[in-house]
Nanobody, 125 residues
């Protein structure tokens, strides 16, 4: 059974860092695309970043470019989102999602069929 489990969320101060993990089980990352999304209270789910595991292409929302980095550890079947220079507006529940495919990865939530349960990120002083 395909499963995604996020971890690494928590409380960070503005300017701080967190690293989120998305551990995949029941499938291998190859030939899949993984996306990171976030949803703040009262707001729509937003695509933050994505990666295509075959080829390694990545895509970032303008709001996180230069601050967040997505990368994969194929040995551990895990995708990470390194978040630096955090801002209060980064506060949200963060989800990872998977879809089979190669080529360009989309940050649109509807492109992804498999979702994790989410992890809370709070940026506050």
């Amino acid at each position: 059974q395909l499963q995604l489990v996020e971890s690494g969320g928590g409380l960070a101060q503005p300017g701080g860092s967190l690293r989120l993990s998305c551990a995949a089980s029941g499938f291998t990352l190859a030939y899949h695309k993984i996306g990171w999304f976030r949803q703040a209270p009262g707001k729509e789910r937003e695509g933050v970043s994505c990666i295509t595991l075959t080829g390694g292409s990545t895509n970032y929302a303008d709001s996180v470019k230069g601050r967040f980095t997505i990368y994969a550890d194929n040995v551990n079947n895990t995708v990470y989102l390194q978040m630096n220079s955090l801002k209060p507006e980064d506060t949200a529940v963060y989800y990872c999602a998977a879809e089979r495919g190669i080529g360009f990865c989309s940050r649109g939530p509807r492109q992804y069929a498999y979702w994790g349960q989410g992890t809370q990120v709070t940026v506050s002083s």
